[in-house]
């Protein structure tokens, strides 16, 4: 079996990466319902100010923390809803989807998007005003703010709106939006994966991971193409992806995030020499040279969501295995001069 085919398995397993916080349900369990949970889905500012998700009696709260004090209450979801992906759009103002998510049949494979309500909302983080940004049936996963063009980036599975959805026959639509008006404008559907990642830069591009045989894909490619990072302006149409990992690189990229002069991301070490468990690791990538540095040696297959407030600052997501206490995921703070490393308590 090729060692795509065991990556693919590997991430199964886990429950995969593009959908790992979409599918928290699963593992923020009964056993955790006298404490709040952190779901996993967070972001964090320049300040380091943070806006994170917590989950208790199926009911899920987005909250605000500032300089590690007492969380502010912002938002809590309706029963048995979702909230994925908040974001700081500025210094005042949040964004964040709201779902009903998947509904299951069988198992958390066996599950169902066309029928589910998606919102997006924007929030004020001073008079707590909440706005609508955009509704849909479907699931919206992921949102981004591109402030070079003030515009809003989703992926969803799915998704429609003003007509009647419509129960999918077989497989799936994953596509990525502009948001406009109120409305979801299919920008790019040319991958069997979500994409993920997502990031605005300086001068208003999106950058995102994709396997390398999008919109050119068959069954057969899926277990040899490879996860890169692309580059694209979502305003132009037909979208243009342009490369900007490295393309002689064998090994999937799993999670990124710009830092001073590059990229920092999470590849696999041992890819042609997998023995049975694969090495996670992060890895600088320089921009300049294109060349790998050396890896930061965290050595953790969990570590997810990556974020760099600032040049030095790294902050990231680890899935834990053992659900310590009911939590699943833990949020840390690496200092990448120091290597030193600490758990940020997102329910203080």
Same mark, same amino acid.
């Given at each position: 079996m ?5 990556l693919l398995?590997s ?5 995969g ?13 009964s056993?955790q319902e ?7 889905a ?16 199926? !009911?899920e709260?987005l ?8 969380n ?7 029963l ?10 500025d ?6 989807i709201e779902t009903?998510?998947?509904e299951y049949r069988d ?5 169902i998007?066309?029928f589910?309500?998606s ?7 001073? #008079?707590n005003?909440?706005k ?5 049936r479907?699931v ?5 703010y ?6 809003f980036?989703?992926?969803g599975?799915? !998704? ?5 959805p ?12 502009l948001?406009e008006?109120?409305l ?14 997502m ?7 999106l950058?995102?991971?994709l ?19 692309y580059?694209?302006?979502p ?10 990992s490295?393309?002689d690189?064998?090994?999937?990229i ?6 001073e ?20 690791d992060l890895?600088?990538?320089?921009? !300049? ?10 050595n ?10 600032g040049n030095?600052i ?7 295995q053992?659900?310590?206490g009911g ?7 690496y200092e990448?001069e120091?290597?030193?490393?600490d758990?940020?308590?997102? #329910?203080p």
């Amino acid at each position: 079996m090729t060692n795509k085919k065991m990556l693919l398995l590997s991430l199964i397993a886990l429950t995969g990466s593009c959908f790992l916080f979409m599918t928290v349900g699963f593992f923020v369990t009964s056993s955790q319902e006298t404490e709040p949970a952190f779901t996993g889905a967070y972001d964090v500012n320049a300040k380091e100010d943070l806006l994170v998700v917590t989950k208790k009696d199926n !009911v899920e709260t987005l909250s605000f923390q500032k300089n590690n004090d007492h969380n502010v209450t912002l938002f809590d979801s309706d029963l048995d809803a979702y909230l994925y992906s908040p974001i700081f759009v500025d210094d005042h103002t949040a964004a964040f989807i709201e779902t009903t998510g998947y509904e299951y049949r069988d198992n958390q494979y066996d599950r169902i998007a066309e029928f589910a309500y998606s919102t997006i909302y924007s929030l004020d983080l001073i #008079t707590n005003e909440r706005k609508v940004i955009a509704k849909a049936r479907g699931v919206l996963l992921d949102l981004v703010y591109i402030p070079a063009k003030e515009q809003f980036i989703a992926t969803g599975e799915d !998704v429609s709106q003003n007509v009647e959805p419509q129960k999918v026959k077989s497989g799936s639509h994953s596509a990525l939006y502009l948001i406009e008006d109120g409305l979801l404008a299919e920008i790019y559907n040319g991958s069997y994966m979500t994409p993920s990642s997502m990031q605005a830069t300086e001068d208003g591009t999106l950058m995102l991971i994709l396997p390398d045989d999008q919109s050119n894909w068959t069954v057969d490619t899926m277990y040899e193409a490879v996860e890169r990072i692309y580059e694209t302006d979502p305003t132009e149409q037909p979208l243009q992806l342009e490369l900007v990992s490295n393309p002689d690189k064998i090994e999937p990229i799993t999670d990124f995030v710009q830092v001073e002069d590059g990229l920092l991301y999470q590849t696999i070490l041992n890819y042609e020499d997998y023995d049975g468990v694969f090495d996670y690791d992060l890895v600088p990538f320089s921009l !300049v040279n294109r060349e790998e540095g050396k890896r930061l040696g965290l050595n953790e297959n969990g570590i997810e969501y990556l974020r760099a407030p600032g040049n030095d600052i790294l902050y990231y997501v680890n899935r834990t295995q053992a659900y310590r206490g009911g939590n699943a995921f833990s949020l840390h703070r690496y200092e990448l001069e120091t290597g030193t490393i600490d758990e940020i308590n997102v #329910t203080p």
